[in-house]
């Protein structure tokens, strides 16, 4: 059983043990999944790109919760919708190797913009 | 090495042979994971919940896709903060399970809205 | 000078009494915005639809102030960029008009999801 | 009457000529608006701050049509929820300004990321 499938099935006790299965719509965890994301973007919203790399330990830890936050809502929805996340994100890794090609993309957030 | 390590290994190799690091500032990564989750969004917005809990083909692809993206740009953005993000969501957990004790949490969405 | 001219001159102003014009360039604004947006995410986030059209008290007076809160950081944004929101607005339902005639897109969401 | 309740007017009629009143609940309305409020964040999310603050034309013109699209969602999503989005801006301006004073919250991105 690997990590993801350990997050898995632990969400799936904790919302079964609160009844909380009928709350867990696909469309409702993805609502709460961008709210989550919402909650990252605070995180770094007034802060320039150097500061961003080099967070003081408070928003470090703050960034840390949001990353959870997003990372269970993923776990639970894509659990919700019998999707595998890691077998998705491999297959997107090939999908974006053959559009952004390394010689071709090197250095330019244009190409970068449109994927 | 587990799945998220790998993942986390495949983007870094892909930013460096691209030299998009420099694009991959924390704060443009929180950027790009919400306009992802954005793109969640737009599957769900006008579908009921049954509906959503019931996906035709080509909406189910595009959600499993979207929940790659959101994944990729998650484990990018936690590797430039140095967090690992299983750890994060272990804790979180834990947190959540004294937050919401089962008990009183049962069947209360108006508990679970002050997540 | 209308409504929203007075709000963006007000917005103006504050910014300028507290210095914050370094803090307000368009990218931080967009993020703010979409940070906005996910706070009014969470008061919906586990309603029913039928639910949402009738708010109790505390969840309409939530709304209210995300929906003020995202309508200064559009006023904001837009002012920062030189747009006119209104004028792009009205621009936007000529164009939604041409995409979906009233005859064609009449009851179906299909049409609409593509909006 | 005003740019915003003309707005309201014809976002109205255009709901009704096509059915669309089913669909447009707060919950559904406030998921679009967030939608749209994540391609504003894609138009920014690989420029620095200060190319955003210096959008070639066509960004420019993507930017635009992102904020008429918030701005639309919001005005229809304030309507079914019977709420003046302009008061509860006047109104937030207020509480903002006793929030953070003028002298206190000079320059200070800090104050601010308490928003």
Redesign the interface.
């Known amino acids: 059983m ?3 499938d350990r ?1 898995r099935e ?2 799936r006790a ?1 919302a079964e ?4 299965e ?2 867990h ?4 965890l ?24 080099d ?1 003081p330990p408070d928003a ?1 830890a703050r ?3 949001e ?6 809502y ?2 639970r ?2 659990d ?2 019998g ?1 595998d ?2 077998d ?6 090939v999908t ?2 053959a559009r ?1 090609p ?1 010689d071709k ?3 330019s ?1 244009k190409k ?2 449109e994927l």
């Open positions: 690997t990590e993801i997050l632990q969400l904790f043990a609160r009844d909380w009928k709350f719509s696909p469309k409702n993805a609502m709460a999944l961008a709210a989550e994301a919402g909650e990252l973007l605070e995180v770094f919203q007034w802060m320039t790109e150097p500061q961003s790399r967070l470090r960034a840390s919760e990353i959870a936050d997003v990372l269970l993923l776990v929805l894509a919700t919708l999707i996340p890691i998705a994100a491999n297959r997107k890794i974006n190797a952004y390394a993309a090197r250095g957030s970068y913009t």
